[in-house]
Each structure stands twice: as C-alpha cells, then as structure tokens.
C-alpha cells in the first residue's frame, strides 16, 4: 500500500470527527484532528513496514512518539531537527532497507539531535557549530535521498561506502561530543571543516 495512503485516511477521519462538532469548538478542533490524524496514519505505515521487515513494532511506535514530545526548540535547533525527523522518516518507511544501514543512519541521528543543542549552548557562533546545523538541516537528508533515489542493486553495491561514511560522521560527532562535556570548547571549535575534509570527494 501507498505509504501516503495510512496519512491521508487518518487526516480525513480526524476531520469527520472535528466537522462532526458544531460551532467555534469545531472548527479550532478541525487543524488538529487533520494534523493529529495524520500522524497516527503515518504511526500505521511505519508499524506495517517495520513488520515486514521483521522489527519491533513498539519500537517504532516509541521513536514516533519520542520525536513528537521532544518539546519544541530554538529556531535553528528546529531546523536540524526537522531535517532528521523528515530523513528518518523516509528510510523508516522504504520498503527492503538494509537494516544495519538504517541502524547506522538512526545512530548518527541520535548523536545530531544529542550534540547540535550542547554546541548551540555552548559555542554558539562558532563555525563548527554552523557546520553541525548544516549536517542536520542539509546535509544528512540530501546524504539519504540520495541513498533512496539508488536501486536497490545500487544500494547493495554501495552499502559498504554508505555505512563507512556513517561511521566516519559518528565518529567526528562522539568527539565533538566528548569536547562538550569535558568543557574543552576551544577543541570542539577546531574541528570546524570536518565535512569538507571528510567528503571533499
């Protein structure tokens, strides 16, 4: 089934139920039940997918429900973070992704959404804080449309390039974030440049 198609009905059935209550109540209840709606038919395709691939659906569910009650951040660090959410969406509901991939690609996620709030708290104008918000916001969901637009022949092919990247990023993220929490902020800021370094290729 259309992965679009679980969001549309739960838009709809959340606007039969808020045009079903007359008056002011109904329709200030009318954005959200589309909204909300929405959301539980995009809960419903994930779980459906993550069954086909022989996941947990909890833990679908769980992430879902963790990136919907994050609560609501700073301009700058809302961009980053929907520009995860929207790149972790798409590879959550792709057909056949490679697990471990998706595994890595959620990992680096993690550390984005970890590292990127301590950098702007912390070194707020610094370039390798603009870099970290440029990797969420830019870079990392360009990075898996990419990985998406491949066939699946082509996914198989670069698999191992597309999981050493992964680790590569991770790896600058963990000492960013080590940094961070060590107050040496000076060394955090010397990594500015990282992507171009990394990814000049």
Same mark, same amino acid.
């Given at each position: 089934?259309? $992965? ?10 959340g606007f039969a139920v808020a045009y079903a209550i007359p008056g002011p109540a109904? #329709? ?8 909300? @709606?929405?959301?539980? @038919?995009?809960?419903? *395709?994930?779980?459906?997918? *993550?069954?086909?691939? @022989? ?14 009650t994050t609560p609501d951040p700073g301009i700058n660090e809302r961009a980053v973070?929907?520009? %995860? ?11 056949? %992704? ?23 708290? &912390? ?8 870099? &970290?918000?440029? &990797?969420? $916001? ?14 699946? @022949?082509?996914?198989?092919? $670069? ?6 990247? %992964?680790? #590569? ?33």
């Open positions: 089934m259309n $992965k679009f198609v679980f969001g549309i009905l739960g838009a709809l059935l109904g #329709s200030v209840l009318l954005l959200g039940g589309i909204i909300v @709606g929405a959301i539980i @038919g995009v809960i419903l *395709a994930s779980v459906l997918l *993550a069954q086909s691939r @022989g996941e947990d659906p909890r833990e679908v569910v769980e992430e879902v429900v963790r990136q919907a973070r929907e520009g %995860i959410t929207k790149a972790n969406q798409a590879l959550r509901l792709t057909p056949e %992704i490679d697990t471990e991939v998706l595994s890595a690609f959620e990992g680096l996620f993690d550390l984005v959404l970890e590292v990127v709030p301590k950098a702007m708290e &912390l070194s707020p104008s610094s370039e390798m804080t603009y870099d &970290l918000e440029k &990797l969420g $916001k830019e870079f990392l969901p360009k990075t898996v449309r990419t990985y998406l637009s491949l066939s699946p @022949g082509d996914r198989v092919t $670069k698999r191992t390039d597309t999981l050493s990247q %992964i680790q #590569s990023l991770s790896e600058t993220l963990t000492a960013a974030q080590s940094n961070l929490d060590n107050g040496m902020v000076q060394d955090f800021e010397t990594q500015h440049g990282f992507m171009e370094l990394k990814f000049a290729n």
